[in-house]
Structures are given as structure tokens and as C-alpha cells.
T-cell receptor, first 113, second 111 residues
Framework: QKEVEQDPGPLSVPEGAIVSLNCTYS??????FMWYRQYSRKGPELLMY????GNKEDGRFTAQVDKSSKYISLFIRDSQPSDSATYLC?????????????FGTGTRLQVTL | DTAVSQTPKYLVTQMGNDKSIKCEQN?????MYWYKQDSKKFLKIMFS???????INETVPNRFSPKSPDKAHLNLHINSLELGDSAVYFC??????????FGPGTRLTVL
């Protein structure tokens, strides 16, 4: 069993839709939870970062963490064609003076006009 | 004024060759990382250095050797390249255990 499971998609939605992206994890040692966005042939770019259960909102993006269920979500409101990318969930454990990120396999999102 | 930069962007080489990828960050971070992203887009950590000291060393073949001349640079040297080494390699940096910022990636193709 992988430590982090993420539906690879692809997910296709019309412009303006609400998008829900999800990951589950099995390792209780994960302390921090992140969502990265990766455009084609680019590096991952941090979208959201949280460490506690609950919701965190930033503009059109809301990250949700449920540690009791080992489940995290990213919601995108009013989706735009520019949101078309691969979304990677990531979880970290601290290892001394570094943090070890474990990524999901990524969900490819296509927002159509 | 790119935060995390990598060179080269593309690298095409023959099996058995030795090659290096360079990474530099100008964010003042003290921790740097190398990740490998395979053809299925799965991103996996390989190494991490903090202030030139190796902190994380995943189960990577010893043909891969990271070198950190100072805390702003982390290079990756690969000996005796194999077909399976073809991937995109990403460098990242952070301030200690904080958020990691990724470079643009180096696409390695081994023929």
C-alpha cells in the first residue's frame, strides 16, 4: 500500500465549476500537508500549506485536512482555464533539519471553456 | 532573479556516460533537496543536504552522488547512466524544515 493515494484523473470540468481534489494517507507520522500545482514541463509550485485539521482558505482555493480520517482535500471555486494543471498533494515528516515530502501521484485537471 | 535554478534544462546522453546537474538557490535557504519525477509524474525524494551535511539519503543507487560545495548549491553527479535513469530531476530548497521551493527541472534522456 502506498503511503499517499491520489486519484490520477484526468478530471475535466467546465469553467466556473467547483473542483474537489482528494488524497488519503496511511502514515500517522505526517505532520504537514501541502498542495502543489505543476504546469506541463514546469516545477511544482506551492499552493497551500497547513498542519492542523480544519479548513484553510486562500482566494479561490480551500484546503481541508481531516487527520482522524487521514484525508485531505483541495477545493477550487470558480475554476478557470488557467487552473488546468496537475495537482500534487504532499505530506511531510521532519527529519532533523530537513522535511521529507511524500507526494501523491498527482491529479491532472482540465478546465474547459 | 530566479529563486531556484538548475542547469542544464535538457540533457540527452548515451548509456554508460557520466553527467552532472547543477542547482543553485538565491533564497538564503540552508536545506536543499533532489527529487526524481518518473514518466508517470510520480515525484520521489532522493537526497537532502543541510549546510553541506547529508540529512536524507533514500534508497538511491550509489551511481548517484550529490555534492554540496556550499549551502547555496547542490549538484547531482550520475555515473554509468542507465536507461532507467531517464526522468525529470528537480532541485528544491527550504529554510530548515519549512516550505520547499522547487526549481524548473532537468529533463534527462538516456539513449
Amino acid at each position: 500500500q502506498k503511503e499517499v493515494e491520489q486519484d490520477p484523473g484526468p478530471l475535466s470540468v467546465p469553467e466556473g465549476a467547483i473542483v474537489s481534489l482528494n488524497c488519503t494517507y496511511s502514515n500517522s507520522a505526517f505532520q504537514y500537508f501541502m498542495w502543489y500545482r505543476q504546469y506541463s514541463r514546469k516545477g511544482p509550485e506551492l499552493l497551500m500549506y497547513t498542519y492542523s485539521s480544519g479548513n484553510k482558505e486562500d482566494g479561490r482555493f480551500t484546503a481541508q485536512v481531516d487527520k482522524s480520517s487521514k484525508y485531505i482535500s483541495l477545493f477550487i471555486r470558480d475554476s478557470q482555464p488557467s487552473d488546468s494543471a496537475t495537482y500534487l498533494c504532499a505530506m511531510s515528516r521532519l527529519t532533523g533539519t530537513a522535511s521529507k515530502l511524500t507526494f501523491g501521484t498527482g491529479t491532472r485537471l482540465q478546465v474547459t471553456l | 532573479d530566479t529563486a531556484v535554478s538548475q542547469t542544464p534544462k535538457y540533457l540527452v546522453t548515451q548509456m554508460g556516460n557520466d553527467k552532472s546537474i547543477k542547482c543553485e538557490q538565491n533564497l538564503g535557504h540552508d536545506t536543499m533537496y533532489w527529487y526524481k519525477q518518473d514518466s508517470k509524474k510520480f515525484l520521489k525524494i532522493m537526497f537532502s543536504y543541510n549546510n553541506k551535511e547529508l540529512i536524507i539519503n533514500e534508497t538511491v543507487p550509489n551511481r548517484f552522488s550529490p555534492k554540496s560545495p556550499d549551502k547555496a548549491h547542490l549538484n547531482l553527479h550520475i555515473n554509468s547512466l542507465e536507461l532507467g535513469d531517464s526522468a525529470v530531476y528537480f532541485c528544491a530548497s527550504s529554510h530548515s524544515t519549512d516550505t520547499q521551493y522547487f526549481g524548473p527541472g532537468t529533463r534527462l534522456t538516456v539513449l
